[in-house]
């Protein structure tokens, strides 16, 4: 896969999956750009790309922010051809953190008790996807198309009473690449999501730390090693999945090899969703 002569776009790219999604777009030799709210992580890992690149403080919540941010991508690099739609969160402080020892989001009034935490989970993760590709489209349209990878999740295709907020933002992510996907492929841009299974990223840290305070049989663990139970007991593979995993095939879906795929969400997750 080669994207020399390409410019990309990670969101949420200073560490974790968008990390591993830089790296390998950078192996093929694109130029790359890193949005994150850690605009001291994103350069420290644009730096260590190996090919040209930046890292920005960009919140992608905000949709003057985002647009300045990709403003100043087109006027480094002269263009943009592949956004990646990886920043998002809230997983854990909302649905394990906040309801700890309720019996579910949608039980007991919680929901209507944490409006603010279920919009701002919308927002994290759907609201930062849609103003992304809004600032992005027009630059990739500009080159004759591209490729746009949206990092959706597994809790968006299957039921999760504890993780709704999330689920519904991630169902909310896959609905929306179906959407960009038929009305942007005249413009020859393409448009896939990626559903991640359990990758031990920052992210998880904290959810495990939370699965283990509601469950007394794994007090004694260490957050890692709830983690690996987890992944025993839910992966058919049985291995936990990796950012260079998604990495991959964000990849593989932004190269030429990828040029008749669109509107797809592919899970990357060793089987979980299989059951
Ligand atoms: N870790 C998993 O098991 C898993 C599984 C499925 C999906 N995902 C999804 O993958 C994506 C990346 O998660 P991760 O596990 O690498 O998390 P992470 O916390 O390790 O990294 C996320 C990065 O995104 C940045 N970010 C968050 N909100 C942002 C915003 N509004 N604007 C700019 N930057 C922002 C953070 O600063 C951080 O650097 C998320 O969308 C997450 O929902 C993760």
């Given at each position: 896969m080669t994207f020399e002569g390409r410019v990309a776009i990670v969101t949420?790219?200073?560490?974790?999956i968008g990390e591993g999604i830089a790296s390998a777009l950078a192996a093929g030799g694109a130029k790359i750009a890193i949005f994150d709210l850690d605009g001291e992580a994103a350069e420290a890992t644009a730096a260590a790309l190996g090919v040209e690149a930046i890292g920005l403080a960009v919140d992608c919540i905000e949709e003057t922010d985002v647009a300045a941010a990709t403003e100043k991508v087109v006027a480094r690099f002269?263009?943009?051809d592949i956004l990646a739609n990886n920043a998002g969160a809230g997983r854990g402080p909302i649905d394990?953190?906040?309801?700890?020892?309720?019996?579910?989001?949608?039980?007991?009034g919680a929901l209507s008790d944490n409006q603010a935490q279920w919009d701002l989970t919308l927002a994290q993760n759907l609201r930062t996807t849609f103003l992304a590709s809004k600032a992005a489209v027009p630059h990739i349209a500009a080159r004759g198309g591209g490729s746009i990878v949206n990092i959706a999740s597994i809790a968006g295709q299957v039921a999760s009473p504890t993780l709704a907020a999330y689920a519904a933002a991630k169902a909310g992510v896959i609905s929306l690449t179906r959407s960009m996907a038929l009305e942007l492929g005249p413009k020859g841009i393409r448009v896939n999501a990626i559903c991640p299974g359990f990758l031990w990223t920052r992210a998880w840290e904290g959810l495990a730390t939370s699965i283990q305070m509601s469950n007394p049989a794994m007090k004694d663990l260490t957050p890692r090693e709830v983690f690996l139970n987890v992944v025993k007991q839910g992966v058919p593979l049985g291995r936990e999945q990796t950012p260079a995993d998604i990495g991959n095939l964000a990849a593989f879906l932004s190269?030429?090899?990828?040029?008749?795929?669109?509107g797809q969400a592919i899970a990357v997750d060793g089987g979980i969703t299989l059951r």
């Open positions: 949420g790219g200073a560490r974790g002269g263009a943009i394990l953190s906040q309801f700890q020892g309720q019996e579910g989001l949608l039980r007991g190269s030429d090899l990828g040029m008749n795929i669109t």
